[in-house]
């Protein structure tokens, strides 16, 4: 992923439209756009997210710019997130207070500053945020990840009967990496069950990655087996 300095994303809740790759536009009224500042910790400095090599005990400042480019005031609410798996097997950073699975709060709970912050900018201003996080004494290698999430709801379009409430939200990322190399995945497979979904029967269970590293091409071979018990009478 090159530099991409300014970025544009707009989530419109059953209503998505894209003018051009990273760029989207609500009648021209709501915008802003996020610029990740690269710390010295900075890996690739040609990234557009935090890519930081870090180390135990230690306080790391993160900042952001963040820009109205659009026509009217809007406030803008930003926090970091935790990075988490979803259902559709993607990592997303839209829900706060995401606990790993080792129980640990990740780069939410490294925040020694202000978790939450609101901004409130007029058209063509911009304003810094930053966010301190302090690493906990890690003694083992791997990654974590998260965001600096930033949303702002810009009102509804209600030129029609019916009303589409629009927000805008961005996630930029953030990778810490601590230790040498990278840890092997440590899978296990949890609760399987016998589920009825959609009228038909499914073998579900939970996937889970307990090493400090992320998965990628992950192919799952499953043999299951059934076992019958007859009653005589």
Not at 125 to 146: D, M, R, V
Not at 202 to 215: H, K
Request: a positive charge; aromatic letters at 8%; proline letters at 3%.
């Amino acid at each position: 992923m090159k530099r991409q300095w300014w970025i544009w994303v707009i989530v419109l809740i059953g209503l998505i439209g894209i003018s051009q790759p990273n760029t989207v536009s609500a009648a021209g009224k709501g915008m802003y756009a996020v610029q990740y500042l690269p710390t010295k910790e900075q890996r690739n400095k040609d990234l557009s997210y935090f890519d930081m090599d870090v180390v135990g005990n230690h306080e790391y400042q993160l900042r952001a710019r963040i820009l109205n480019i659009g026509t009217k005031p809007l406030t803008i609410t930003v926090q970091v997130t935790n990075g988490y798996t979803n259902k559709n097997g993607r990592i997303s950073y839209d829900q706060a207070n995401r606990k790993l699975v080792n129980g640990s709060h990740g780069l939410e709970g490294m925040v020694t500053s202000k978790k939450k912050v609101s901004v409130r900018l007029q058209p063509g201003k911009s304003q810094e945020i930053s966010f301190t996080l302090k690493t906990p004494a890690l003694k083992s290698k791997g990654i974590y990840a998260g965001s600096i999430l930033t949303a702002s709801d810009i009102g509804s379009d209600d030129s029609s009967n019916f009303q589409i409430k629009n927000r805008i939200q961005f996630a930029t990322g953030i990778v810490f990496h601590y230790g040498t190399g990278e840890p092997l995945p440590k899978l296990s497979i949890d609760s399987p069950a016998v589920k009825l979904v959609d009228g038909q029967s499914q073998v579900q269970f939970d996937l889970t990655n307990a090493a400090s590293i992320n998965t990628r091409n992950l192919q799952l071979k499953v043999q299951s087996t059934a076992s019958v018990t007859r009653r005589s009478t």
